[in-house]
């Protein structure tokens, strides 16, 4: 139980193109997402937490223009990179959370690894 | 604001030996704690988590971690690694349904 799907695993576009990447909760209902961001050798960074239905909470330095979340259903999250440019490669990772569980753990996705030539 | 701290940025190991990786946090009330492990190109899997209770949590895998207050400190043992135990190891203290990650650990085990 408790999986969490990414799509796609991994995608390389051209400079100045859009991108989105979609994070499933496959078997619960996820109230919260989460959408992380992780440089080579480095740890993850959330970069916004999305409730469904509302407007996506995002953190202080991430550009809510240019990475763009939409949580429209208890089962899906998408980030939507637009405009993407080289610096924005990065491995993107979603989570999910019931808000059930103490601490309101999180299920992670598997990642996706974006490459922007 | 809550943190947390891996000291140990590469350990290396031999296959059949044991471990412990060290996790020290930093929040002002009862945290929840967590170590993930993560292979290359991949998510993160869950191994154990403390949220009350025994301070002792068990985890998959065979490892375990001990939650101590005193010393804020949450480390995760294994007894003996296995080559496949080779991985990045991160622990995590959540609060306010945010996660905060260390920096993590990268464990090499040699033969």
């Known amino acids: 139980g408790a999986v969490v799907s990414q799509h796609p695993s991994r995608v390389i576009c051209k400079s100045g193109t859009s991108v989105k990447i979609e994070c499933r909760s496959l078997?619960?209902?996820?109230?919260?997402m989460f959408w992380y961001r992780q440089f080579p050798k480095q740890s993850l960074m959330l970069m916004a937490t999305s409730n469904e239905g509302s407007k996506a909470t995002y953190e202080q330095g991430v550009e809510k223009d240019k990475f763009l979340i939409n949580h429209a259903s208890l089962t899906l999250s998408t980030l939507t990179v637009t405009s993407a440019h080289p610096e924005d490669s990065s491995f993107y990772i979603c989570?999910?959370?019931?808000?059930?569980?103490?601490?309101?753990?999180?299920?992670f996705g598997p990642g996706t690894r974006l490459t922007v030539l | 604001a809550q943190s947390v701290t891996q000291p140990d940025i590469h350990i290396t190991v031999s296959e059949g030996a044991s471990l412990e990786l060290r996790c020290n946090y930093s929040?002002?009330?009862?945290?929840?704690l967590f170590w993930y492990v993560q292979s290359p190109g991949q998510g993160l899997q869950l191994l154990l988590k403390?949220?009350?209770?025994?301070?002792l949590v068990q985890g998959i895998k065979g490892f375990e971690a001990e939650f101590k207050r005193s010393q804020s400190s949450f480390n995760l043992r294994k007894p003996s690694v296995h080559w496949s135990d080779a991985a990045e190891y991160f622990c995590?203290?959540?609060?306010?349904?945010?996660?905060?990650f260390g920096t993590g650990t990268r464990l090499t085990i040699i033969p």
């Open positions: 929040y002002g009330a009862t945290p929840y």
């Open positions: 078997d619960f209902q996820a109230t919260t």
């Open positions: 989570s999910a959370s019931t808000g059930l569980t103490g601490g309101n753990e999180q299920f």
């Open positions: 995590a203290v959540a609060a306010n349904e945010k996660l905060t």
């Open positions: 403390y949220f009350s209770g025994d301070t």
